[in-house]
């Protein structure tokens, strides 16, 4: 079938593309967020063919089975796009990547009380925490194409993978990344890292450097599962991760250490980076769990059968 979806999150998005359907991604000149097309910036991430760049101006006339939108405005974007009604004369899934960010007791998703849509959380946490009122939700966990076991762990430091740490803050666990720097090398990587000594890589690239460290950190307090995560995760990493949101569900005690005691946390990472052996043995007990549960093969499957739903066959 014929998906339209906006390339928003680039991981996400590379697993979703190597399914067996055309996914329609919007391009505009100079390639705003509203029409980014497939991965311009070389060494990035690898789509294949049948996802294919189109204009707002041809989606009028292409034979669109089912949207996923992943952003409010998309939703008009849909009805203005291809002159058809989200969930009336299109069927849309509504893909929830993130944490609401608002009290508990007003944590109202955006397209709750929109008739025909669907709404897909990628965790169980955010289900649970999101209202979405009598709009359908269903969960697909993430799913990442398998880089295979690259682990090493030789050089003895952690790794932290975060966008914009400055801008989000304590929502990434920014503010905690001094007091493990004190105690051990943190090396960091992502977009808007370089103020913190942390380097952008290319997603290739990235995915070489990582399990060259010994560990993954993840001290986010507040998002939803980072894709980054599991990636570590299917590389062979160990993880110590702050016990918020889905991490306690995402990473099982063999794979490291979760809590939500920051001190219990910087003394798993001393343990493990003054022993090798074990951190090596987590992490495979760490890939273990990912394969199984954040294979993209089960990915796949539950939004082959999803959008199948959706369209009718």
Known sequence: MKVLLWHVHGSWTTALVQGGHDYLIP???GR???GRGR???PGTFDWPPNAAEVTPGEL???AIDVAIAQRP????????WTGRRPGHDLPVAYVEHNTPAAPVASMR???AGRPGLVIVHVTHFNRLFWDCGATPTVVIEHGVPDPGYRYTGELDAAVMVVNDPLRRGRVTGTDLLGQFRRRMRVDLFGMGTEPLGGVDLPHKLLLDEMPRRRLYLHPVRWTSLGLSLIEAMHLGMPVVALAATEAPEAVPPSAGAVSTNVDALAGACAELLADPGRARLAGMAAREHALGRYGLGRFLRDW???LAELAGS
């Open 39 to 41: 991965p311009s910036r």
């Open 304 to 306: 082959d059968r999803l």
């Open 109 to 111: 998703h955006p397209a």
């Open 73 to 80: 405005h998309e939703l008009e974007l849909i009805a203005r």
């Open 27 to 29: 391009v505009l000149p």
């Open 32 to 34: 705003p967020p509203d």
């Open 60 to 62: 009028p006339g292409a």
